[in-house]
C-alpha cells in the first residue's frame, strides 16, 4: 500500500513537472510560427513586385519588337532604294564606258598588240587555241577588245596567260566574242581585263575555217582543245614551234605610259 502510495506520488510530481515545462514550448512554437508567418508576408510581397516587373518587362520587349519591326521596314527601304540608285548610276556609267570603248575601237585610237590584220595564206581546217609567243604584252593596261582577219562567221575566247616558272597560267579568259561575218573586224570584249608586262595572249576559235596563218614570220603555237582559267600550260606541250606561225589576230586596248 504504502509503495503504491510511493508510485503515485511520483507520478503525480512528473506530470506536475511536464505542466509546469509546457507553456514555454507552445510560446516557442507560437513565435516560430509568427516569424514564418511574417516571412511568408514579405515573400508574397516580393513574389508580387516580381510579377509587376514582369509584366513591365513584357511590355517594354513588345515595344522594343515593334521599333524593331519599324527599323527594320526603313532599313529594306533604304537598302531598296539605294541598290536601285546604284544599279542605275552603275548602268548609266556602263553606257558611257561602252560608248567611249566603242568611240576609240572606230577611231583606231587604242594601242594594238598581235599580228598584222590581213588575209592569209593557210586556213586552219580545225578548232584551234593559238598561242601567241611572239607579241608579249610590252607594259601593263587593260585590254577591251579584239581584232582579226576572219574568213568565216564563228567565234573567239581570247586568254591571257602568266609566267609562272616554266609554264604558262591561264588568268583570264573572255565569254566567246561572236564574229558576224568574213574580212576585217574590230569586237569589243563583254568586260576589260586588267594585264600585266610579259603576259602572253592566247585565242579559242571553236569552229573551224574561221581564222588563217602564214608560217616563217611568227612564232605563233598551238593545241587542238581549249584551256580554262586555272590551267597551266606547258611550253613543251604546244605544238608548231617549227612552223613559226603568224595569225591575223590581236587584240585592242590602253596601255599605261612607259
Given at each position: 500500500?504504502?509503495?503504491?502510495?510511493?508510485?503515485?506520488?511520483?507520478?503525480?510530481?512528473?506530470?506536475?513537472?511536464?505542466?509546469?515545462?509546457?507553456?514555454?514550448?507552445?510560446?516557442?512554437?507560437?513565435?516560430?510560427?509568427?516569424?514564418?508567418?511574417?516571412?511568408?508576408?514579405?515573400?508574397?510581397?516580393?513574389?508580387?513586385?516580381?510579377?509587376?516587373?514582369?509584366?513591365?518587362?513584357?511590355?517594354?520587349?513588345?515595344?522594343?519588337?515593334?521599333?524593331?519591326?519599324?527599323?527594320?521596314?526603313?532599313?529594306?527601304?533604304?537598302v531598296a532604294e539605294s541598290t536601285n540608285l546604284r544599279g542605275?548610276?552603275?548602268?548609266?556609267?556602263?553606257?558611257?564606258?561602252?560608248?567611249?570603248?566603242?568611240?576609240?575601237?572606230?577611231?583606231?585610237?587604242?594601242?594594238?598588240?598581235?599580228?598584222?590584220?590581213?588575209?592569209?595564206?593557210?586556213?586552219?581546217?580545225?578548232?584551234?587555241?593559238?598561242?601567241?609567243?611572239?607579241?608579249?604584252?610590252?607594259?601593263?593596261?587593260?585590254?577591251?577588245?579584239?581584232?582579226?582577219?576572219?574568213?568565216?562567221?564563228?567565234?573567239?575566247?581570247?586568254?591571257?596567260?602568266?609566267?609562272?616558272?616554266?609554264?604558262?597560267?591561264?588568268v583570264w579568259a573572255s565569254e566567246p566574242v561572236i564574229i558576224?561575218?568574213?574580212?576585217?573586224?574590230?569586237?569589243?570584249?563583254?568586260?576589260?581585263?586588267?594585264?600585266?608586262?610579259?603576259?602572253?595572249?592566247?585565242?579559242?576559235?571553236?569552229?573551224?575555217?574561221?581564222?588563217?596563218?602564214?608560217?616563217?614570220?611568227?612564232?605563233?603555237?598551238?593545241?587542238?582543245?581549249?584551256?580554262?582559267?586555272?590551267?597551266?600550260?606547258?611550253?613543251?606541250?604546244?605544238?608548231?614551234?617549227?612552223?613559226?606561225?603568224?595569225?591575223?589576230?590581236?587584240?585592242?586596248?590602253?596601255?599605261?605610259?612607259?
Amino acid at each position: 500500500m504504502i509503495r503504491t502510495l510511493t508510485q503515485l506520488g511520483i507520478l503525480m510530481l512528473v506530470v506536475g513537472l511536464a505542466a509546469c515545462q509546457a507553456p514555454p514550448n507552445i510560446k516557442k512554437l507560437q513565435d516560430e510560427n509568427g516569424a514564418l508567418a511574417q516571412q511568408l508576408g514579405q515573400a508574397n510581397q516580393r513574389i508580387s513586385s516580381l510579377e509587376a516587373d514582369k509584366t513591365l518587362l513584357k511590355q517594354d520587349v513588345a515595344e522594343l519588337n515593334r521599333v524593331v519591326a519599324v527599323l527594320g521596314q526603313e532599313k529594306s527601304s533604304r537598302v531598296a532604294e539605294s541598290t536601285n540608285l546604284r544599279g542605275q548610276v552603275r548602268q548609266f556609267v556602263q553606257l558611257r564606258i561602252d560608248s567611249l570603248k566603242n568611240f576609240l575601237l572606230a577611231s583606231d585610237l587604242l594601242d594594238y598588240i598581235g599580228g598584222e590584220l590581213v588575209e592569209r595564206t593557210n586556213v586552219e581546217p580545225k578548232p584551234v587555241l593559238a598561242v601567241d609567243l611572239y607579241n608579249q604584252i610590252p607594259v601593263s593596261g587593260t585590254l577591251t577588245g579584239v581584232g582579226g582577219y576572219f574568213q568565216s562567221a564563228g567565234d573567239v575566247s581570247v586568254k591571257v596567260l602568266r609566267q609562272i616558272g616554266d609554264n604558262l597560267v591561264v588568268v583570264w579568259a573572255s565569254e566567246p566574242v561572236i564574229i558576224a561575218e568574213r574580212g576585217m573586224q574590230r569586237l569589243n570584249f563583254p568586260v576589260s581585263v586588267g594585264v600585266e608586262k610579259g603576259d602572253y595572249l592566247a585565242y579559242y576559235f571553236s569552229k573551224p575555217g574561221s581564222i588563217s596563218f602564214d608560217t616563217g614570220t611568227g612564232d605563233t603555237r598551238y593545241l587542238a582543245a581549249d584551256v580554262p582559267v586555272g590551267s597551266l600550260v606547258k611550253r613543251s606541250s604546244l605544238q608548231g614551234e617549227n612552223d613559226k606561225r603568224s595569225y591575223a589576230v590581236g587584240v585592242f586596248g590602253l596601255l599605261n605610259t612607259k
